[in-house]
């Protein structure tokens, strides 16, 4: 990997964070219009990336990969849940639920698209649709749990239902069939995808915006959620994930996913189940500031 490329994407990608910022805060982009745009980005343009990313030629070496990414992506996942259930036991209860969240839920999908679309090109949004499967899975499950103790009701539907869940089956189809769909259908698909890294960014920065900066810095939970999310896990996961024989682009993917930020979705579901949104929307602000520098420790480490 090119260092100096990947420190330069980050940049870019840091930079299209702050236009989101200053549009936010100067009302250009309103709380409404961030939801609207944060479900258009979900249920319509990175769907549709997915889709785009499968358009290889058929190779049973990427097909290997693409299941050896799935299965990490679960132990990852599985695994952080086991992290967070001991590491934080001396927080209050409402603090150690919003931490046990960001430690197994990553923002893989609004960050980590846009990173591994910069280090491995559409290769990398293919292991990615892989990898967040699990984390789809889990955050409709696991992740109402953590909240609320139970289950919410529908789960298995929701899964099925889900628009990335429906793009990475609908993709693997093409993938596995070696169906080509006609030109201007793919065009119009990849055009549309490609829009996935900007609005994330845009998005993020609309985040951010919406959190008052004297409170920011506030807390040690802000930070040793922040260290664990962005530096100890990766770590942790890297250091286990070499221990076996993995192909180099899934033991990287795997570890780039692992290190990104809080997930967006954490102060969605604090707010939906009772839980502390504000302590949740301010990691996923300081993790994701955080993650400017750590992202290219991590791809240095690599």
């Not at 070496?61 to 132990?75: C, D, E, R």
């Not at 920065?205 to 008052?212: I, Q, S």
């Not at 707010?271 to 993790?287: V, Y």
Request: glycine share 6%.
């Amino acid at each position: 990997m090119n260092i100096a490329v990947i420190v330069n994407q980050v940049i870019v990608l840091f930079l299209i964070i702050i236009i989101g910022l200053y549009a936010k805060r100067r009302n250009i982009i309103t709380d409404d219009m961030t939801g609207k745009l944060s479900n258009l980005l979900l249920q319509v343009i990175q769907p549709l990336l997915i889709i785009s990313s499968f358009n290889f030629e058929y190779s049973a070496a990427m097909l290997k990969n693409a299941i050896l990414v799935l299965a990490a992506s679960a132990f990852i996942h599985l695994f952080s849940m086991l992290v967070g259930r001991f590491i934080y036991i001396r927080f209050p209860k409402r603090t150690r639920d919003v931490l046990k969240y960001i430690t197994v839920f990553s923002n893989c999908g609004f960050v980590g698209f846009p990173v591994l679309e910069s280090v491995f090109g559409s290769e990398g949004v293919f292991y990615g649709a892989l990898y967040v499967i699990p984390f789809n899975v889990l955050a409709l499950s696991y992740g109402t749990m953590v909240f609320t103790d139970k289950n919410e009701k529908g789960t298995f539907k929701k899964i099925l239902t889900h628009p990335i869940i429906i793009s990475v089956a609908a993709g693997m189809l093409l993938f596995l069939l070696q169906i080509q769909l006609p030109k201007p259908i793919s065009e119009a698909i990849s055009m549309v995808g490609s829009m996935t890294s900007p609005l994330s960014m845009l998005i993020v920065g609309c985040l951010l915006a919406n959190v008052p900066f004297n409170q920011l810095f506030r807390g040690k939970e802000i930070y040793v959620g922040s260290a664990v999310r962005l530096i100890i896990l990766p770590l942790l996961v890297y250091g286990i994930l070499s221990l076996f024989p993995l192909p180099g682009k899934v033991l990287q993917v795997s570890v780039i996913l692992t290190a990104m930020p809080a997930a967006a979705n954490t102060a969605i579901y604090a707010e939906k189940f009772g839980g502390d949104a504000a302590l949740a929307s301010r990691l996923i602000s300081i993790s994701t500031i955080l993650s400017i520098l750590t992202i290219p420790l991590i791809l240095m480490i690599l």
